[in-house]
């Protein structure tokens, strides 16, 4: 199947308008569903040629202007069609497969009470697995659907339905035209699904589960709606530019790949957000900024999208942005730039300074396949830190007027880099193209480091140097103990060394906290005062979001192998048990496991959790909140090498006051109980037994696979590499437990099987999947030289999938990293 190039897209664009879509589709049997098509466009040259995609099981016929097409004549995914009108009409209908992949229409069963669901997922370039299609961003056209469903299910698609007439054992759904849509937000979902309805400001809403989660969700549908009114509100007063698609759904579904879509009237959301058990407040938060983030793309993305994927910087990058303030401004998650600079900048910064960074907005993205791997960190936490820069620099007031402007100008059309840059220059007054080259065109990271040598001053470095508006913070041990903001000073870093008058007489701070509230987008490192004194400081700062910058600057000097292992794990026993953001204790405890896990040999890794232990089962007995209880509870659990303890947690023994033991606790206590060697296959059925949903079946395959038996990694194995049958998240939870740090020489013989297998199970899979399935497999914990010669070998290669080189590339950084912090 051929990935579409950037140029056959540009050209596709100039040569063809696309005036509309209708779908047809009968979902009413179970190994296919048939899908006609009706495409109405124009051509700017009557008797030239072109093409479109499909990807069918069977192509059945296929009429251009009323004449048949040979069915043969489609050459992988491309349909030629010649002899164009000035105004065509094209019919196709095929066969096409259901995915277990949540890429094209995804058929799960659920094992609860057997109900069929469906979903479709059009992203990137995936509409030609559902429909006939000219499969770009930049032809937009209007969508008309109609869906064949069995009676008794509820279907619900992008626009309003107009009609549900049974027939008998089926019923066909009909729904308004849409306003024009780029294919790949095309969707529609099918099944019995559950629905809670409500309308605000004139809109209506829904939002929609497997009925097995029906409770679950009826407990959160007012918390849900609540938020969705409070976002859509709020972007109602920043945009001035109403919400244009009509009704606005919200679909939690089962097996979604990724977080949600962004599909206009009908939001995709995977339903791991429709919680079964309990969940600290920083899950909460989650599932709200993911709902403003969705709706941003309303408008960056929606209303206005980007031409090509080099422009992927106008919707991910803005709706990270605006999703995070709309989060902080509008809801009860007042500190979700807290969240953004623990966890989203965490990634940001790992990410863009790995040997496959590349800039927020690149000159080019070849084709589709390539623009994949741009879904990330960068993309995301680094193209919306950059805006927030942006916007302190040209004033929050001309940020707004411009971007009004620019929905206002291209809307439910396409547009550039350049357009969106052109509206904000008009607005503030300002020349943006030297802030747009630094920011945007150029990739890696930037170190601030404070010198305070003589004076203070800042020290830039990087492979591109860029200006920086950030903050110092002075902070003062007071007479109880309690860190005291004395001054702050803003100043604007520009080149390598940026002298700060203001602070040359200044006296010394115990604290000197560069880059406080958060401002910029850059590594930071403390002077070594400041270093020395943040143990004891940094448990009574007030601020969480400055709290938020000391643990990231320790978490990544440790990731850079510049500080021990041993430091971040005492200033998680110094700090932790004071702190009052659950965000911030349940990503500590995160990204302190992960580098222990990766950073130390075994028997230093072996003490270093002992401590985490004792850190976690402090905070589970202080009365700090549910919240934290159970997220340190949860850490526990993972850190725990006390099997009896943890098989009494299981019976009901020993459990600390406040915790239960719900569905997902529990199934995290057999996780660590399989890692351990602690129970057998024959106890992960019967817990299965016990829980028959599809949660339970994802974690019993990774219970199943964690064991420490050669025949459970051989299994484990064979279906990461061969198993086709298994949906997306089954396999994922496979891959995830194949490798453990505790099972280093049981896990030995595959390290050298996963890059010679690898390669080709990647190659069968869609390159979502193969991206998901071969970075949770990727043998992260066997930090040796040896699996470094491995990976080179590997990437010698000339013909590996994009997204597999990129996970490779990825992981070797880490090892490479790895190996310096064990040498150290």
């Known amino acids: 199947m051929r990935s579409l190039t950037q140029q056959e897209a540009v050209d596709r664009a100039a040569a063809i308008t696309v005036e509309s879509y209708t779908i047809d589709l009968d979902v009413t049997t179970d190994d296919h569903f048939r899908s006609t098509t009706t495409v109405r466009f124009r051509a700017a040259s009557p008797g030239s040629a072109t093409f479109v995609e499909l990807k069918p099981v069977r192509l059945h016929a296929v009429a251009l202007n009323g004449a048949a097409l040979d069915p043969a004549a489609l050459d992988g995914n491309r349909l030629t069609l010649a002899g164009l009108r000035a105004d065509n009409v094209l019919t196709v209908e095929a066969d096409m497969a259901y995915s277990n ?6 058929r799960f069963v659920d094992p609860a009470d057997g109900g069929v669901y469906l979903h ?5 370039d995936e509409a030609q697995r559902i429909f006939a299609c000219f499969d770009q961003p930049d032809l937009k056209a209007p969508v008309h659907m109609r869906v064949t469903a069995p009676t008794g299910w509820r279907v619900a698609a992008n626009a309003a339905v107009a009609s549900a007439v049974p027939a008998g054992a089926t019923t066909t759904w009909e729904f ?16 019995p699904y559950h629905v809670v ?27 849900i709606f609540e938020i969705t009114r409070q976002c859509l509100d709020k972007f109602h007063e920043l945009f001035g530019f109403r919400y244009p698609f009509g009704k606005y759904d919200q679909a939690f579904v089962p097996e979604f790949n990724a977080g949600a879509m962004e599909n206009p009237g009908l939001v995709v959301i995977r339903d791991d957000y429709v919680y079964r058990s309990a969940v600290t407040d920083s899950e909460r938060e989650l599932r709200a900024t993911t709902i403003a983030h969705e709706m941003a793309h309303m408008w960056f993305g929606d209303l206005v999208t980007m031409r090509w994927w080099d422009d992927l910087w106008l919707n991910e990058s803005f709706a990270e942005f605006m999703g995070t303030r709309v989060t902080a401004e509008a809801t009860r998650f007042r500190n979700a730039w807290t969240t953004f600079g623990m966890r989203r900048k965490a990634w940001g910064y790992e990410t863009d300074q790995r040997p496959s960074t590349h800039p927020v907005a690149p000159t080019s993205v070849p084709d589709s396949a390539d623009a994949l791997v741009n879904f990330d960190g960068i993309s995301y936490a680094k193209g919306a830190s950059a805006l927030r820069q942006l916007v302190a620099w040209v004033g929050d007031e001309a940020f707004l007027a411009g971007i009004r402007a620019h929905f206002q100008a291209h ?39 404070v010198d305070s040598a003589d004076g203070v001053a800042v020290l830039q470095s990087g492979s591109v140097l860029r200006p920086h508006r950030v903050a110092f913070g002075l902070y003062d041990r007071g007479a109880s103990g309690e860190a005291v903001l004395r001054r702050r000073v803003e100043v604007d870093v520009d080149g390598a060394r940026t002298e700060v008058p203001a602070l040359r007489d200044e006296p010394a701070a115990d604290l000197l906290l560069l880059n406080d509230g958060d401002l910029t987008f850059a590594k930071v490192r403390l002077d070594a005062t400041s270093a020395a004194a943040v143990p004891t400081v940094l448990p009574t700062l007030r601020d969480p979001l400055s709290r938020a910058v000391v643990w990231t600057s320790m978490i990544d000097a440790v990731r850079d192998a510049e500080r021990p292992v041993a430091d971040l794990v005492s200033l998680l026993v110094a700090a932790l048990p004071a702190e009052t953001e659950v965000i911030v204790v349940a990503d500590a405890l995160v990204q302190a496991r992960g580098l222990i896990d990766r950073y130390l040999e075994p028997a230093a890794r072996l003490a270093a959790l002992a401590q985490v232990a004792l850190v976690c089962d402090r905070l589970v007995e202080a009365p700090a909140g549910a919240s934290h209880r159970l997220a340190a509870m949860r850490a526990l659990v993972d850190a725990s090498v006390d099997t009896a303890r943890l098989l009494g947690w299981l019976s009901g023994e020993g459990v600390p006051v406040g915790i239960e033991v719900d569905e997902e606790l529990r199934w995290r206590v057999v996780h660590r109980l399989a890692v351990l060697g602690a129970i057998d296959g024959d106890r992960i059925a019967a817990e299965l037994a016990a829980d028959r949903s599809a949660a339970g079946a994802e974690w019993a395959a990774r219970a199943d696979a964690a064991r420490p038996d050669p025949a459970a990694k051989a299994a484990a194995w064979a279906a990461v590499i061969n198993d086709d049958s298994l949906s997306n998240r089954l396999l994922e939870a496979k891959g995830r437990a194949l490798f453990q740090p505790e099972q280093i020489e049981l896990t030995a013989p595959y390290v050298e099987r996963f890059f010679l297998e690898m390669p080709a199970a990647a190659r069968r899979r869609t390159p979502f999947a193969a991206e998901r399935l071969a970075d949770l497999a990727f043998p992260r914990y066997h930090v040796a030289p040896r699996t470094r010669e ?35």
Do not use: Q
């Not at 308004?176 to 099944?191: C, E, N, R, S």
């Open 197 to 223: 309805e409500s309308t605000h400001d004139g809109i209506p809403m829904a939002i929609y589960c497997k009925a097995s989660v029906a409770e679950h969700l009826d407990k959160d549908a007012d918390e």
């Open 411 to 449: 809307a439910f059309g396409n547009a550039t880099l350049a357009d969106l840059l052109g509206a904000l220059s008009a607005a503030s007054g300002r020349d943006l193209s030297a802030w747009a080259a630094l920011w945007l065109r150029e990739a890696g990271v930037n170190t601030l480091r």
């Open 176 to 191: 308004a035209a849409t306003k024009p849509l780029a294919t790949y937000f095309v969707t529609v979902i099918a099944g």
């Open 790 to 824: 491995l990976a080179a070998s590997m990437l010698a290669s000339g013909d590996l999938p994009p997204v597999l080189r990129r996970v490779v590339i990825d992981n070797d950084d880490d090892l490479r990293l790895a190996l310096a912090a064990r040498a150290r």
């Open 120 to 124: 479709a997922t059009s992203f990137l």
């Open 101 to 106: 992949t949540s890429e094209g229409l995804h």
